[in-house]
Structure formats: C-alpha cells, structure tokens
C-alpha cells in the first residue's frame, strides 16, 4: 500500500516535470536572440503611430496689394525612427526587454489647400503661397505641441511596440527614450 | 501545517473577495473621464446673394473634448494571479467646451452688402453648431478609440496590480 502511494507521487512528479519542461521549451522556440531581435525591430524603419487632422486658417501679409489667405488641411503624423536602432540599445534580462529608443517624431502632411482670400496685383502669387503654406504648417505643428501630442504619441509608440515585444515570447518590455538628435 | 493552510485559505479568500468587490464598485462607474482632447476646425460658409455676389467667411474653432466611458458593462474574470478583462467598452464624448469660438478668421464681404453683418453673425452661429456635430463625430475616429482603450488598459493593470494581480486583455 505504502509503495504504491510513493509510485504514485513519483508518477505525479514525473508528469510534472515534463509539463514544466515542455512549457519552457515551447518559449525557447519562439523567443528570438538579441541579433535576430533587433533585425527584426530594425526591420519596421519608420512606424507611424497615429495620424490627427489639422486644420487652419492662414493669413500672410506681405504689403499694400500682397496678402492672401489659405485654407490649409491634412493630418499631423507622429512617428518614431527606429532604423538607427543599434545592439547596445536592447538589453535583455530575465525574460524582460530593455529597449533604448529614439524620442518619436511628428510632422505635418498636407492634403489640401484653398486659397480663401487674395490681393497679389504687387507681388508673385506662387511664392506667396508656398510661403504661406510653409508658415501654416509651422503654425500647425506649434498648434499640435500645445494640444499635447508629443505625450500622445509616445504613448502610441510604448503601446504598439510592446505589443510587438510580447508577441515575439518575452513577458515584458520597458522602454527609456533618448533624444532624436543622435540620428 | 493545517492550521497555517486554514489561515492562508481565509486570507487569499478575503484578498479575492476583496478585489472583485473593489472591481464591482468601479463597475458602477457610469462616466469615467478617460482623457482630454483639443480639437480645431475650420469652415468656409459662403452667402450668395443676387447677381452672383457673394459673402464668404472662414472661422476656426477650437474645442476641448472630454471622453469618458461607462464602466457597466466591463467584463472580467479572476484566474490565479492574472485578472482577464473582455473587450473593453468604447469611449464616448462626455461633455465639451467651443473654448475659442473665433480662433481664426477671415471675411472676404461684398463691399456695400446690406446684409454682411446679419450674415456673419450667421456665419459664427453655423460654425459653432457644425463644431459641435463635428465633436460627436470625434467618437468614430479610430485614433480616439485607440490611444483611449490604451489608457483605460493602464488605469486597469494600475488598479489590479495594487492587489498583487497582472491584467490581460482579450483583444
């Protein structure tokens, strides 16, 4: 009687053990090493992460009979860079991501414009509005600061690359955000 | 040995019961304020008078949105040390404020138009009601529903990890 308990604990154990080694080489399978990681992560290049519309009146001045005024629409595209990525930027350690990345980026895409106003009878009214333009998308991009979109697209970016990250088999990943300029 | 397992069985029970407790009082959240938006937009509303005389006006505007969403119908189940959520519940516009009814503007009137005041004042009123449908509008944009389900998604790993649990979601 005693001896069959002890067989049976011993089995139990035994079916245990496979279970958990089983398990962990399953992991092993999908989990990538560091060189294959960071090909992969490199792979992306440039991720756009959100995409907000943006809209402006703009009004460009330059003189008596030289003013007019645009309609400026697109969208404010934020963005990380992630093609620069280099080995010492990811440190794995026990089954958790390290990932130094670049501080995300955004610009502004026009796809439309309507002049609304004009009076250019002094002045090159191409110039004019290329000017103006130019002038609505620092405007545009000054308005975007302000709302906070700098916040809202690192945001994006800790959200899709985890996603990324854990899909690869790691269980987390914690990221440390540089400066751009090191491009 | 019994005794301490009786005593851990009592505590771990208590600690569940605890959290779904707190779980199901948060449920109970009917406007839970997610996150703030500014939101700019820009109309072009043309008068058109006799003779093909027209008076055009361009106003921008700029709103604060405030999204929030009703906890209700939130789904979750408790499993070991992993608190599982369902789909979480879209967010929806909760209240706003036209902050700058005038952010921007330009006219361009026929120059002895009896009525460019009468339609200017017009003008503003059909920008700030398009400004309005243009906020509720907002609920559909992809982007909003994302990035905030991301920070309802934080707020509920923060809130099941003060409890010694890990969140997870079914996408």
Same mark, same amino acid.
């Given at each position: 009687? &005693?001896?069959?308990?002890?067989?049976? *604990?011993?089995?139990? #154990?035994?079916?245990? /053990?496979?279970?958990?080694?089983?398990?962990?080489?399953?992991?092993?399978?999908? &989990?990538?090493? &560091?060189?294959?990681?960071?090909? @992969?992560?490199?792979?992306?290049?440039?991720?756009?992460?959100?995409?907000?519309?943006?809209?402006?009146?703009?009004?460009?001045?330059?003189?008596?009979?030289?003013?007019?005024?645009?309609?400026?629409?697109?969208?404010?595209?934020?963005?990380?860079?992630?093609?620069?990525?280099?080995?010492?930027?990811?440190?794995?350690?026990?089954?958790?991501?390290?990932?130094?990345?670049?501080?995300?980026?955004? +610009?502004?895409?026009?796809?439309?414009?309507?002049?609304?106003?004009?009076?250019?009878?002094?002045?090159?009214?191409?110039?004019?509005?290329?000017?103006?333009?130019?002038?609505?998308?620092?405007?545009? #991009?000054?308005?975007?600061?302000?709302? $906070?979109?700098?916040?809202?697209?690192? $945001? +994006?970016?800790?959200?899709? /690359?985890?996603?990324?990250? &854990?899909?690869?088999?790691?269980?987390?990943?914690?990221?440390?955000?540089?400066?751009?300029? *090191?491009? | 040995? +019994?005794?301490?397992?009786?005593?851990?069985? %009592?505590?771990?029970?208590?600690?569940?019961?605890?959290?779904?407790?707190? /779980?199901?009082?948060?449920?109970?959240?009917?406007?839970?304020?997610?996150?703030?938006?500014?939101?700019?937009?820009?109309?072009?509303?043309?008068?058109?008078?006799?003779?093909?005389?027209?008076? =055009?006006?361009? *106003?921008?505007?700029?709103?604060?949105?405030?999204?929030?969403?009703?906890?209700?119908?939130?789904?979750? =189940?408790?499993?070991?040390?992993?608190?599982?959520?369902?789909?979480?519940?879209?967010?929806?516009?909760?209240?706003?404020?036209? %902050?700058?009814?005038?952010?921007?503007?330009?006219?361009?009137?026929?120059?002895?138009?009896?009525?460019? $005041?009468?339609? =200017? =004042?017009?003008?503003?009123?059909?920008? %700030?009601?398009?400004?309005?449908?243009?906020?509720?509008?907002?609920?559909?944009?992809?982007?909003?529903?994302?990035? @905030?389900?991301? /920070?309802? +998604?934080?707020?509920?790993?923060?809130?099941?990890?003060?409890?010694?649990?890990?969140?997870?979601?079914?996408?």
């Amino acid at each position: 009687m &005693k001896n069959k308990n002890i067989t049976a *604990i011993i089995g139990i #154990l035994v079916i245990i /053990l496979i279970f958990v080694f089983f398990n962990n080489f399953q992991k092993e399978v999908v &989990k990538m090493n &560091k060189s294959l990681f960071l090909v @992969s992560v490199k792979e992306i290049k440039e991720l756009s992460v959100i995409q907000v519309p943006y809209h402006k009146i703009v009004k460009n001045k330059k003189g008596f009979f030289c003013e007019i005024t645009i309609i400026l629409k697109g969208y404010v595209e934020g963005y990380i860079n992630l093609e620069n990525l280099r080995e010492d930027d990811i440190k794995i350690k026990d089954n958790v991501v390290y990932i130094t990345i670049p501080k995300p980026e955004y +610009r502004f895409n026009s796809n439309y414009f309507s002049v609304f106003k004009e009076n250019t009878a002094f002045c090159d009214k191409i110039s004019l509005i290329n000017e103006t333009i130019q002038l609505g998308e620092k405007m545009i #991009l000054e308005d975007a600061k302000k709302d $906070g979109i700098e916040k809202t697209i690192e $945001g +994006r970016v800790k959200e899709i /690359l985890s996603k990324f990250v &854990k899909s690869l088999g790691y269980k987390d990943v914690q990221f440390i955000i540089k400066d751009s300029l *090191i491009q | 040995m +019994r005794k301490f397992l009786i005593i851990f069985f %009592i505590v771990s029970c208590k600690e569940k019961t605890s959290l779904e407790d707190k /779980l199901e009082e948060i449920k109970k959240t009917e406007n839970f304020n997610i996150m703030e938006w500014t939101t700019r937009n820009v109309f072009e509303i043309t008068f058109t008078k006799q003779f093909g005389i027209e008076n =055009r006006f361009a *106003i921008e505007t700029k709103s604060k949105v405030r999204f929030c969403v009703s906890l209700n119908d939130l789904k979750y =189940r408790v499993e070991g040390n992993y608190v599982i959520f369902g789909n979480l519940p879209n967010v929806r516009v909760c209240s706003y404020d036209v %902050i700058e009814q005038i952010q921007n503007y330009d006219e361009d009137i026929f120059i002895i138009s009896p009525s460019s $005041g009468k339609n =200017r =004042r017009l003008a503003f009123q059909m920008a %700030i009601e398009s400004t309005k449908i243009m906020i509720k509008n907002l609920e559909n944009d992809p982007n909003i529903q994302e990035h @905030s389900k991301q /920070l309802l +998604r934080n707020f509920l790993s923060g809130f099941v990890k003060l409890f010694g649990k890990e969140a997870k979601f079914e996408e």
